[in-house]
């Protein structure tokens, strides 16, 4: 998680963050991680520890926003247009 994707400003006297998509996407990797180590490493089970972390972290940010420190903002993470050349498929 990049500084520059996190921001800070103040509402009220608490600090408020904003969260962008990449950002949100990053604690959903690290938690989904985090569970698989948690749960033995188990093969095939990516898809249900990703599930699980999106849920944990969505209620985080949910629960953070109800009390008004949280603002998630989607469109402040699109990423750049890529210039030049684009990649070729490989043979």
Same mark, same amino acid.
């Given at each position: 998680?990049?500084?520059?994707?996190?921001?800070?400003?103040?509402?009220?006297?608490?600090?408020?963050? $904003?969260? *962008? @998509?990449?950002?949100?996407? &990053? /604690?959903?990797?690290?938690?989904?991680?985090?569970?698989?180590? #948690? +749960?033995?490493?188990?093969?095939?089970?990516?898809?249900?520890?990703?599930?699980?972390?999106?849920?944990? $972290?969505? *209620? @985080?940010?949910?629960?953070? &926003? /109800?009390?008004?420190?949280?603002?998630?903002?989607?469109?402040? #993470? +699109?990423?750049?247009?890529?210039?030049?050349?684009?990649?070729?498929?490989?043979?």
């Amino acid at each position: 998680m990049s500084a520059a994707s996190v921001q800070h400003e103040k509402r009220s006297s608490e600090a408020v963050t $904003i969260l *962008d @998509e990449a950002t949100v996407r &990053d /604690r959903i990797a690290l938690k989904a991680y985090e569970l698989w180590e #948690s +749960r033995g490493k188990r093969h095939g089970s990516d898809v249900e520890n990703w599930m699980e972390a999106e849920r944990l $972290i969505v *209620d @985080e940010i949910v629960s953070a &926003d /109800r009390k008004g420190r949280t603002t998630v903002d989607f469109r402040a #993470s +699109r990423p750049p247009k890529a210039r030049g050349k684009r990649p070729t498929a490989m043979a």
